[in-house]
T-cell receptor, first 114, second 116 residues
Framework: DVKVTQSSRYLVKRTGEKVFLECVQD?????MFWYRQDPGLGLRLIYF???????EKGDIPEGYSVSREKKERFSLILESASTNQTSMYLC?????????????FGPGTRLLVL | AQSVSQHNHHVILSEAASLELGCNYS??????LFWYVQYPGQHLQLLLK??????LVKGIKGFEAEFIKSKFSFNLRKPSVQWSDTAEYFC??????????????FGQGTELSVKP
């Protein structure tokens, strides 16, 4: 079974803090994704990565950056956390960049920015 | 704006009732279509997907979906729901301009509550 893990289930941070969310997958997948999930808005893509050190902006990249130094690990960085970044963050991976591939999701990190 | 729409935000059914959740998208050209489900306290997981061939797709746990190209729709169905189907359901589309990379556009989600 594919396993996608996220470093924290719940996180509380203060406005202006730099926040790191970590995601690890154990199936040698090429593609990794970061989404945020908000009630009534579904999931929105923040960034994705199709290879080590390669990244591409999604639909809502503002205020976020990412890092992928190793194939199995994809980090989401909030440079200066703001209250409107309070959300559930989901990481996903897929075996390749083919459009038909299934994405496998982690359990999510619920972030509260005070 | 191009989008994916799920018209029902919250559906409440009794066990054994039939289910149909609507999903419409506004992208032209070739699309790939998915339904994902999130059970309470669990990871989001794939229910079924369509990318070519028979427009009636069968997934896990007795779910199926029908792709109707002329209506830009991919509705999810189940003939008889169970209490264990209580979950949030997300429709997702991989539109033509996102074919490389497998990126998805998700709908808003539909919360299904099944009363025992």
């Amino acid at each position: 079974d594919v396993k996608v893990t996220q470093s924290s289930r719940y996180l509380v941070k203060r406005t202006g803090e730099k926040v790191f969310l970590e995601c690890v997958q154990d199936m040698d997948h090429e593609n990794m994704f970061w989404y945020r999930q908000d009630p009534g808005l579904g999931l929105r893509l923040i960034y994705f990565s199709y290879d080590v050190k390669m990244k591409e902006k999604g639909d809502i990249p503002e205020g976020y950056s990412v890092s992928r130094e190793k194939k199995e690990r994809f980090s989401l960085i909030l440079e200066s956390a703001s209250t409107n970044q309070t959300s559930m963050y989901l990481c996903a991976s897929s075996i390749s960049g083919r459009a038909v591939e299934t994405q496998y999701f982690g359990p999510g990190t619920r972030l509260l920015v005070l | 704006a191009q989008s994916v729409s799920q018209h029902n935000h919250h559906v409440i059914l009794s066990e054994a009732a039939s289910l149909e959740l609507g999903c419409n998208y506004s992208y032209g050209g070739t699309v790939n279509l998915f339904w994902y489900v999130q059970y309470p306290g669990q990871h989001l997981q794939l229910l079924l997907k369509y990318f070519s061939g028979d427009p009636l797709v069968k997934g896990i746990k007795g779910f199926e979906a029908e792709f109707i190209k002329s209506k830009f729709s991919f509705n999810l169905r189940k003939p008889s729901v169970q209490w264990s189907d209580t979950a949030e359901y997300f429709c997702a589309v991989n539109p033509p301009h996102y074919n490389q990379g497998g990126k998805l556009i998700f709908g808003q989600g539909t919360e299904l509550s099944v009363k025992p």
